[in-house]
């Protein structure tokens, strides 16, 4: 079965530092894109830019493993090749972490890797990747 796709609608202060970062950055590839917003395909999946001005601001926190979780966020689930190669990615391109990738739940149901950031515009994503995939909602 094919997983259906998602849309998701982000506001941004800068298209050009957008581009960097979701173009550059993170590698995404740009679709369709106006003066105010830009298209980007998320892996199959579309996240749109738009122009909104103005400072984002996050919602709150949510205390997990010892780190405060910044909330809201979205992201994807990578494999774990890709996951490292992303955090190669952000560390070259001199990324700060809200949560430095680490591993959580080893040797358990549903061991993963995870990490946080924000995006130019504030944004916060979280990456992760699952040693066993079938294991994302395990308990």
Do not use: C
Not at 14 to 42: C, H, I, K, M, Q
Not at 50 to 60: D, Q
């Amino acid at each position: 079965m094919t997983r259906p796709g998602f849309h998701l609608a982000i506001p941004v202060d800068d298209l050009a530092r957008a581009r960097e970062f979701y173009g550059g950055v993170l590698g995404l590839p740009e679709g369709r894109s106006d003066t105010t917003w830009v298209d980007w395909n998320f892996r199959g999946h579309q996240v749109v830019t738009h122009v909104v001005p103005g400072a984002r601001t996050e919602s709150g926190r949510n205390p997990v493993d010892g780190h405060n979780v910044p909330v809201p966020h979205f992201g994807l689930i990578l494999s774990i090749s890709d996951f490292h190669e992303l955090v190669g990615k952000l560390r070259a391109a001199h990324t700060e972490f809200v949560i430095e990738p680490y591993q959580r739940f080893a040797g358990e149901a549903g061991e993963q890797w995870t990490m946080f950031l924000h995006d130019p515009a504030g944004n916060a994503l979280e990456f992760k990747a699952f040693r066993d995939e079938s294991q994302v909602f395990a308990k």
